[in-house]
């Protein structure tokens, strides 16, 4: 089981030990978390697959069989959560750039914002 933050408050969990059930080690303490651990496991074995895509998201299109939009929405949720911050609902400068450079439509721009807004 994966617990990053208090199942009552919601606060950030501290690591104070771990231990080893092949001889019975433990080794108490305060111990250093990463930021790849407020990813859930599927967020990770995303993350996992786009650097072994290089990146390339029409390469991840491909391999998960989903469209640019969805992509570029579960890296934005991956980096809010990386950043610790939630998405601000006026801020919408990545699918607004996604729309100039072409890469998804009108109906694509807004439906993420829609998306967006009601999360």
Do not use: W
């Amino acid at each position: 089981m994966k617990l990053s933050s208090c199942p009552v408050c919601q606060h950030k969990l501290k690591i104070r030990e771990y231990y080893c059930e092949a001889c019975d080690l433990s080794l108490k303490g305060e111990f250093e978390t990463n930021f790849l651990e407020a990813l859930t496991r599927e967020q990770l074995e995303f993350t996992r697959l786009f650097l072994i895509c290089q990146g390339n998201i029409k390469e991840m299109e491909k391999r998960l069989n989903i469209s640019y939009p969805t992509v570029k929405n579960r890296l934005s949720e991956i980096v809010r959560k990386i950043r610790g911050t939630e998405s601000p609902e006026s801020d919408f400068s990545d699918i607004m750039n996604d729309l100039d450079e072409g890469f998804i439509s009108v109906e694509e721009a807004l439906s993420m914002i829609e998306t967006r807004r009601n999360k």
